[in-house]
Every structure is written in structure tokens, then in C-alpha cells.
Nanobody, 114 residues
Framework: QVQVVESGGGLVQAGGSLRLSCVAS????????MGWYRQAPGKQRELVAI???????KYADSVKGRATISRDNAKNTVDLQMYNLKPDDTAVYYC????????WGQGTQVTVSS
């Protein structure tokens, strides 16, 4: 049974930073793509950043220069380091895992106060 578990959300002041972590377990196959999406109240879920098994990354324009995604293929983990946070970054952040099928974590709340 595949499990995807996030950690690291919380309340942070504007201009601050935080680190989100995600670990996936339950399959012996390699994960092609891992990443992070977010969903703010009343909005659709949107991509934040993804990274493939080769280390190629993609970032949303809204976080370019303020976020760094990294992964450990051996441990099936993906981290998102975010800097200079803004109130618009407030959302539930979901870990995304492409393991042949798509799996999502339960989400972790990030709240940025002004």
C-alpha cells in the first residue's frame, strides 16, 4: 500500500522561510516524478515545483527564485525549501508522486502572515 506523508507546514511571517518534506513508501519501483502542488481557499490546485528522477526541475513562475526543490531517490523523499514567503503563498501544500499512478499526500497547511 502506497503512503505519501508530508511534514513541515505551519505559520510563518512574511519574508520568512520554511521547509516542507515528503516521504513515499509502499512500492519497490522507482519514482519518476515527485513534487509539490498547493491549493488556496477558493482556488484550484496548482503546481509549485516538481523534480524528475534525473534531477530536472520545474517551478511555478510565482515561486521562481524563492523556492528550491530537491529529492533523494534512494529514500523516496522530496523537499521544498521556500524563502521570502508572501501572504499569497498561504495554502495547503500537497506532495505529488508519480509512481506509474499518481499519488497525493494528505496536505500540510502553510500560513504566511503579513
Amino acid at each position: 500500500q502506497v503512503q505519501v506523508v508530508e511534514s513541515g507546514g505551519g505559520l510563518v511571517q512574511a519574508g520568512g522561510s520554511l521547509r516542507l518534506s515528503c516521504v513515499a513508501s509502499g512500492s519497490r519501483f522507482s519514482i519518476e516524478t515527485m513534487g509539490w502542488y498547493r491549493q488556496a481557499p477558493g482556488k484550484q490546485r496548482e503546481l509549485v515545483a516538481i523534480i524528475n528522477s534525473g534531477g530536472t526541475t520545474k517551478y511555478a513562475d510565482s515561486v521562481k527564485g524563492r523556492a528550491t526543490i530537491s529529492r533523494d531517490n534512494a529514500k523516496n523523499t522530496v523537499d521544498l525549501q521556500m524563502y521570502n514567503l508572501k501572504p499569497d503563498d498561504t495554502a495547503v501544500y500537497y506532495c505529488y508522486v508519480d509512481w506509474g499512478a499518481i499519488y497525493w499526500g494528505q496536505g500540510t497547511q502553510v500560513t504566511v502572515s503579513s
